[in-house]
């Protein structure tokens, strides 16, 4: 079964601090994690992806294999990075992308 | 270079009637999948469409379907609306010839149901 865990519905943070956001998996093939994002007022837009390993906005996201986890992670929120994430799964070419139910940001001054 | 875009954007239906959801999917882009978001839940996958064949479906009945054009626009089709499907219904448009491309979406705004 293809499967995304995020455990932490809403996470509250100050600006300055470090913010880490969990995902675990569930995958019998070699998968593709991604990080799509949701600003308010905004539409659905990836943030990143594992295979690119990029730092996108200061946000980093590794790929644990042996945990089965791609935890999102910024050292120093701002409040510009206040919205949804969804961590997402799939496999190479696969026709679909399993999302997590998200993760609702806030940080404040 | 124009994104993905849904219409209607909000439609109330009654249970039993019929609904049809737009996509246009973005230029250059030739697959485009349709995910059902409830409230407070993430996206859920109904269906893929590449290059007019349908790719991959989800666990979601049969009185979902839909249709992809020759232009890659696409067409999400519910019968016999249950109050169940009120949700957002998203699109989102890749191009699955690129290496790797086909889980990179480019998501719509959503059309939002309300089935009564």
């Known amino acids: 079964a293809q499967r995304v865990t995020q455990p932490e519905k809403l996470l509250s943070v100050f600006k300055g601090a470090p913010v880490e956001l969990k995902c675990n998996y569930s995958?019998?093939?070699?998968?593709?994690l991604f990080w799509y994002v949701q600003y308010s007022r905004q539409r659905l837009q990836l943030l990143l992806r594992?295979?690119s390993r990029e730092s996108i906005k200061g946000f980093t996201a590794d790929l644990n294999k042996g945990e089965t986890s791609f935890h999102l992670k910024k050292p120093f929120a701002q409040e510009e990075d206040s919205a949804m994430y969804y961590c997402a799964l799939g496999g190479f070419n696969d026709y679909k992308l399993s999302f997590g139910a998200g993760t609702t940001v806030t940080v404040r001054a | 270079e124009t994104g993905v875009t849904q219409s209607p954007t909000h439609l109330i239906k009654t249970r039993g009637q019929q609904v049809t959801l737009r996509c246009s999917s973005q230029s250059g882009h030739n697959t485009v999948s349709w995910y059902q978001q409830a409230l407070g839940q993430g996206p859920q996958f109904i269906f893929q469409y590449y290059r007019e064949e349908e790719n991959g479906r989800g666990n979601f009945p049969p009185r979902f379907s839909g249709l992809q054009f020759p232009n890659y626009s696409s067409e999400l089709n519910v019968n016999a609306l249950e109050l169940d499907d009120s949700a957002l219904y998203l699109c989102a448009s890749s191009d699955r010839d690129r290496l790797s491309g086909a889980n990179v979406l480019t998501f719509g705004a959503g059309s939002r149901l309300t089935v009564l």
């Open positions: 594992h295979i």
């Open positions: 995958y019998s093939g070699s998968p593709e």
